[in-house]
């Protein structure tokens, strides 16, 4: 059975010269943003939201069979609440409605177009995160995390589909 030992060398982590050089990131860890342009963040969300459930609603369409379309299904269903989610954060934050069109992608064959969705929902993993590092508002933070990890989700359900049809 192991046993954790304590290791001398490091209980007085001060006299330790890895430690005494381990700078600790001050917060936010990618640098403040302005309140104008998080709100930036915010409006482009709402667009990208629009138009990745107008993607979706299109995609939909064209699914195989049951699996497929249960998996774009939720991701819709998904990016429509995440869309609400957003809009009332903005308006919370500028007591307007937010302006916005959806512009839609042409669908390329089925297959190209789960490839399209995954790097779109890996694409917006990564923006979400760096929205959530560039502000100390928690309400801001939390909101960006809970969709950023409905959209990795996402992602994962596109890869699982792409992976699933035969290479022609």
């Known amino acids: 059975m192991f046993q954790y030992q304590s290791s001398e060398k490091y209980n007085n982590c001060f006299d330790n010269k890895f430690c005494s050089n381990v700078q600790i ?18 409006h ?15 995609l939909l369409k064209e699914a195989p069979n ?9 991701a819709y ?8 989610i957003f809009t009332k954060l903005y308006q919370y934050y500028t007591d307007c409605d937010p ?8 669908l390329p064959c089925y297959k190209e177009a789960l490839m399209m969705a995954l790097i779109g929902e890996l694409n917006t993993v990564e923006a979400y ?3 959530q590092l560039s502000t100390m508002d928690q309400v801001i933070i939390d909101t960006f995390y809970m969709i950023m990890v409905d959209e990795q ?7 699982t589909l792409y992976n699933s049809i035969p290479c022609k």
């Open 153 to 159: 989700g996402h992602a994962t359900m596109f890869s």
């Open 129 to 131: 995160r760096n929205v």
């Open 99 to 106: 302006n916005y069109c959806v512009a839609p992608v042409t």
């Open 44 to 58: 482009k969300s709402i667009e990208d939201e629009a138009n990745a459930a107008d993607f979706y609603r299109r």
């Open 25 to 42: 990131p001050s917060l936010p860890l990618k640098g403040p943003k302005s309140f104008d342009q998080i709100l930036h963040y915010i």
């Open 66 to 74: 049951k699996l497929h379309c249960e998996f774009i299904q939720h």
């Open 77 to 84: 269903e998904d990016e429509l609440e995440h869309l609400q």
